[in-house]
T-cell receptor
Framework: DTEVTQTPKHLVMGMTNKKSLKCEQH?????MYWYKQKAKKPPELMFV???????INESVPSRFSPECPNSSLLNLHLHALQPEDSALYLC?????????????FGQGTRLTVV | AQTVTQSQPEMSVQEAETVTLSCTYD???????LFWYKQPPSRQMILVIR??????QNATENRFSVNFQKAAKSFSLKISDSQLGDAAMYFC????????????FGQGTRLTINP
């Protein structure tokens, strides 16, 4: 199994809503990532978790709150988002943070904030 | 900070022909990794090929090969015998060795395959 599964595939939310994006992998990977990708742009790193601990926060606004409840799951909690936060949110995982390890990506959640 | 530049926003090629996508990068590191990722309309980023900077030999994966010129900081992707399924956005990416596995992506090249 080399899949990273993200749910939901599409999400429309209002600016006052609270929602969560979910990511799951069963490859035994100990590093997991959230990327944000705007239309026609490359992915930009948001957060990195290593062994369920937050390793990197790329100065992401607090309205995005990551959570890694166990080594297989990664959540991104959303609250009070702005329309400019509309984007494709990609989750990825890798064996660890060291060495020449491949990052496996999910298919993303297409988020629209209205 | 490391930067990755893809100077070709769009490329097109006839089916069965060969196409080369360009990528340059800037870094002060001597050891690092370079990648080409493919993002089809399904949105999933798929690793196409990777190159370790300490290896002089160019990486090859079936119809995909790279021309890695370390001194020139150039990393181009050659796709031979292009197939319709190769149509996608292609991203060149850089990652430093050690530390967090942060991928720095170029702006992407959209590849169209003409039947």
């Amino acid at each position: 199994d080399t899949e990273v599964t993200q749910t939901p595939k599409h999400l429309v939310m209002g600016m006052t809503n609270k929602k969560s994006l979910k990511c799951e992998q069963h490859m035994g990977h100990r590093a997991m990532y959230w990327y944000k990708q705007k239309a026609k742009k490359p992915p930009e790193l948001m957060f990195v978790y290593s062994y369920e601990k937050l390793s990197i926060n790329e100065s992401v606004p607090s309205r995005f709150s990551p959570e890694c409840p166990n080594s297989s799951l990664l959540n991104l909690h959303l609250h009070a988002l702005q329309p400019e936060d509309s984007a494709l949110y990609l989750c990825a995982s890798s064996q660890d943070l060291q060495g020449n390890t491949e990052a496996f990506f999910g298919q993303g959640t297409r988020l629209t904030v209205v | 900070a490391q930067t990755v530049t893809q100077s070709q926003p769009e490329m097109s090629v006839q089916e069965a022909e060969t196409v080369t996508l360009s990528c340059t990068y800037d870094t002060s590191e001597s050891d690092y990794y370079l990648f080409w990722y493919k993002q089809p309309p399904s949105r999933q980023m798929i690793l196409v090929i990777r190159q370790e900077a300490y290896k002089q030999q160019n990486a090859t994966e079936n119809r995909f090969s790279v021309n890695f010129q370390k001194a020139a900081k150039s990393f181009s992707l050659k796709i031979s015998d292009s197939q319709l399924g190769d149509a996608a956005m292609y991203f060149c990416a850089y990652r430093a060795t050690g530390g967090a596995q942060k991928l720095v992506f170029g702006q992407g090249t959209r590849l169209t395959i003409n039947p």
